[in-house]
């Protein structure tokens, strides 16, 4: 096993002989679904989120209930709640998102992989009880995949999924209206297969309100046809869109028309559905991994753009390599990365978070100052190894407070919609100390 600096070696023998981590905090709420990584896929937007002065977390317990967990924050008494709905657990797509609104309603989207929309919100601000389900628009809801809820800074929402299959999907954008307490239909179909291929995307809203996404197009069911890593911003909620350079899209956006700020060829283990931040200036970030040429060894990489050109730059040097193919889920050595950029000026700093076999399926925490050559730092941060596990965090806690929570739990995956045998683990908080 190869160590990619001298601190994360240290890091990972010190687990080994002393069993604890100096790097975080687990706060442990109770036993989760484990047999596959339905309650730990990165596309989970959010697994746990703040408003007021709670934290909320969701996630399927053994008998495949959603349950929902809320705690004041900086505090481990957590008072949970299973509510009355369920989900297709043996399927690792059918993920939950929650998010709170600007009055502190709890919204929560469930259960999806191509099939009609699973909806409701809470009863009353900051409470655990939830309503009945109910329709956002009505229109094109039949056929969900992948919803999403971001807030914006106004406190309104953004929810955002895919209708139609993997290889064949259309992208829909949603806004709820805080004080109407209404959503409207922004888009029917931003990014659009044209029936030939679907986009896979990752999204984020900066402190001004601009919403950052980039994509990757996919050809078929089969994740090695994953191709291109493309780019768009809206300043008007999601109602116009341009690329990097300022140059308006129609929309639709499609193949032809996307601006690729890196060309990636089929082939090439590059993942889909990772991660994009942006700092305080709204300059955006990107995290994922790919082969750079056939003969190399999958890394994980960060884009971002600097004096008019987009930078590729890796984050370490893997050596443990793995071969990216097939449908439906896949059980694989290292997990989609979270990016996440804090501070400003000369102390501005990117962090990469990610779980990785080559150190033992522990989560790695990467971190450089952002300047002409980035120099990363990798530690262990995890209490003990997480399996299939990939980052989630706390974004609304971020965003207030600069402190990253990510949702842990130790999870299996099978190849495709297979699950392991690997009995309910302890769902917990882990609160990274001094990212």
């Known amino acids: 096993m190869i160590r990619w600096t001298l601190s994360l070696f240290f890091s990972f023998f010190f687990l080994l002989s002393f069993g604890q981590n100096k790097e975080s905090h687990l706060s442990e709420i109770g036993p989760g679904w484990s047999a596959n990584s339905v309650n730990a896929p990165i596309f989970r937007k959010n697994s746990l989120v703040s408003a007021g002065r709670y ?12 349950v929902l ?7 481990d008494r957590w008072t949970l709640a299973p509510t009355p709905y369920t989900g297709k657990v043996t399927d690792a797509h059918n993920s939950i998102s929650i998010m709170a609104d600007g009055d502190g309603y709890l919204h929560m989207s469930w259960d999806h992989h191509n099939n009609p929309l699973r909806y409701c919100r809470s009863l009353s601000p900051y409470s655990l009880e939830m309503g009945s389900m109910e329709p956002m628009t009505g229109n094109w809801e039949e056929h969900v995949s992948y919803p999403e809820f971001y807030r914006f800074p106004n406190d309104d929402l953004l929810f955002v999924y895919r209708d139609g299959g993997s290889g064949n999907g259309n992208m829909i954008l949603n806004r709820y209206h805080t004080e109407s307490r209404k959503w409207e239909r922004l888009h029917d179909n931003l990014l659009d297969g044209e029936g030939k291929r679907n986009a ?23 994740v090695r046809t994953n191709h291109d890593l493309c780019y768009a911003r809206s300043f008007d909620v999601g109602l116009t869109w341009q ?5 308006a899209y129609d929309v639709p956006i499609t193949q032809s028309t996307a601006e690729v700020i890196r060309h990636i060829p089929q082939g090439s283990n590059l993942i889909n559905q990772t991660s994009i931040c942006a700092d305080r200036d709204g300059n955006p970030y990107i995290a994922t991994y790919f082969r750079d040429h056939p003969d190399a060894c999958t890394q994980v990489y960060v884009l971002f753009r600097q ?37 400003k000026g000369r102390k501005k700093k990117l962090h990469v978070v990610f779980r990785d076999e080559e150190v033992g399926d522990h989560i790695v925490l990467a971190t450089a100052f952002l300047s002409d050559s980035l120099q990363w730092k990798h530690r262990i941060i995890s209490p003990r190894p997480v399996g299939r596990w990939e980052p989630s965090y706390d974004t609304e806690l971020f965003r207030k407070k600069n402190k990253v929570h990510l949702y842990f739990q130790n999870v299996g995956q099978g190849q495709g919609e297979t699950t392991v045998a690997l ?6 908080v882990l609160e990274v100390i001094k990212p």
């Open 55 to 66: 934290q909320f977390v969701a996630y399927y317990d053994s008998l495949a209930r959603v």
């Open 423 to 428: 009995v309910a683990q302890t769902v917990g």
């Open 69 to 75: 967990a809320r705690r004041i924050i900086g505090s």
């Open 243 to 247: 690329n990097s350079r300022g140059q």
């Open 307 to 343: 004096q008019g050109e987009w930078r590729t730059e890796p984050v370490g040097n893997r050596t443990l390599d793995f071969d990216l193919g097939g449908t439906g889920s896949r059980s694989i050595p290292l997990s989609r990365p979270q990016v996440i950029c804090s501070g």
């Open 200 to 222: 896979y995307w990752q999204l984020c809203i900066d402190l001004k309100g601009c919403i950052h996404l980039s994509w990757v197009w996919r050809e078929t069911p089969d």
